[in-house]
């Protein structure tokens, strides 16, 4: 799979029509709203003792926090047989007990992407000279300034196949304009010592256009517990490795395009590849 170039308009284009998608459902279109899948509890101070002791009391067990300040606690019914009535009579005790500040149910919300459409004519070919040779002046002053600072400093152009088409780089919108990534390129700029996550449906990490630049540190999997992003294979999650390979995609090794910082690391959190909640 090669990520799709025109999904940097997600991040740097204008867009020219947002569709209005509904992106957070708890219901589905049939009004089937799931049950509780736990609760979250907030003691008024932090006492790990008095949380299991209260858990224990109203038949349930603590699974986790939510937040590093010690108060608030996931919390589960222990027994799988209760009605929907004894678990809603739990919650009212839970509310009405002196040490509890907060009880809320928690239930799997589905968090739709956002896409959008454009017209092909909205952006025109590349024309003339690149903004480059337009600013070689300028470009020659600053490295003059910078000279004793050792960067790494690209031969352009790539010879990614897919470089030539990245509009953003080569002239390519309307007015025959881009980013003017390229001179901040030969000035040494192209994202060392700098992780960026991805927050969507998770990206493929092993991708040959990311493995290399992948940063497991900057990433987690909230859909599936895990410190793995990688996304489902089922044909409807790639916003997130476009994303990613818009942002930190590999240059010069001959496969597909290249990222706006491609010396930068990348990492992703998956949590638009199925329901989440809080936990």
């Given at each position: 799979?090669?990520?799709?170039?025109?999904?940097?308009?997600?991040?740097?284009?204008?867009l020219q029509k947002i569709l209005a998608i509904?992106?957070?459902?708890?219901?589905?279109?049939?009004?089937?709203?799931?049950?509780?899948?736990?609760?979250?509890?907030?003691?008024?101070?932090?006492?790990?003792?008095?949380?299991?002791?209260?858990?224990?009391?109203?038949?349930?067990?603590?699974?986790?926090?939510?937040?590093?300040?010690?108060?608030?606690?996931?919390?589960?019914?222990?027994?799988?047989?209760?009605?929907?009535?004894?678990?809603?009579?739990?919650?009212?005790?839970?509310?009405?007990?002196?040490?509890?500040?907060?009880?809320?149910?928690?239930?799997?919300?589905?968090?739709?992407?956002?896409?959008?459409?454009?017209?092909?004519?909205?952006?025109g070919r590349a024309v003339g000279p690149t903004?480059?040779?337009?600013?070689?002046?300028?470009?020659?002053?600053?490295?003059?300034?910078?000279?004793?600072?050792?960067?790494?400093?690209?031969?352009?152009?790539?010879?990614?196949?897919?470089?030539?088409?990245?509009?953003?780089?080569?002239?390519?919108?309307?007015?025959?304009?881009?980013?003017?990534?390229?001179?901040?390129?030969?000035?040494?700029?192209?994202?060392?010592?700098v992780s960026v996550s991805i927050l969507d449906?998770?990206?493929?990490?092993?991708?040959?256009?990311?493995?290399?630049?992948?940063?497991?540190?900057?990433?987690?999997?909230?859909?599936?517990?895990?410190?793995?992003?990688?996304?489902?294979?089922?044909?409807?999650?790639?916003?997130?490795?476009?994303?990613?390979?818009?942002?930190?995609?590999?240059?010069?090794?001959?496969?597909?395009?290249?990222?706006?910082?491609?010396?930068?690391?990348?990492?992703?959190?998956?949590?638009?590849?199925?329901?989440?909640?809080?936990?």
């Amino acid at each position: 799979m090669c990520w799709h170039l025109a999904g940097i308009l997600v991040l740097f284009g204008s867009l020219q029509k947002i569709l209005a998608i509904e992106h957070d459902s708890i219901c589905t279109e049939d009004d089937i709203c799931p049950e509780p899948t736990h609760t979250v509890m907030r003691l008024r101070e932090k006492n790990e003792k008095k949380a299991h002791l209260i858990a224990k009391q109203h038949g349930l067990e603590i699974q986790g926090k939510p937040f590093l300040d010690g108060t608030y606690y996931f919390v589960v019914h222990v027994s799988k047989e209760r009605s929907r009535r004894q678990k809603r009579e739990v919650i009212s005790k839970l509310q009405e007990h002196p040490d509890i500040l907060l009880v809320e149910e928690q239930r799997p919300r589905v968090r739709r992407k956002r896409d959008f459409v454009y017209a092909d004519t909205v952006y025109g070919r590349a024309v003339g000279p690149t903004n480059v040779l337009k600013h070689a002046g300028s470009i020659a002053t600053a490295e003059r300034r910078i000279n004793s600072i050792q960067r790494d400093v690209p031969v352009l152009p790539f010879p990614d196949p897919l470089y030539k088409e990245q509009w953003y780089f080569n002239n390519g919108a309307q007015g025959g304009f881009d980013m003017n990534v390229q001179a901040a390129w030969l000035l040494g700029y192209a994202g060392r010592n700098v992780s960026v996550s991805i927050l969507d449906d998770g990206i493929q990490r092993d991708h040959p256009d990311l493995a290399a630049n992948y940063d497991p540190l900057a990433s987690t999997d909230i859909n599936g517990h895990d410190d793995d992003p990688t996304p489902q294979d089922d044909g409807d999650n790639k916003h997130g490795t476009r994303c990613a390979g818009e942002v930190a995609s590999v240059a010069g090794n001959v496969y597909c395009g290249v990222g706006v910082a491609f010396h930068a690391k990348i990492g992703g959190v998956r949590m638009l590849d199925g329901p989440v909640s809080d936990r």
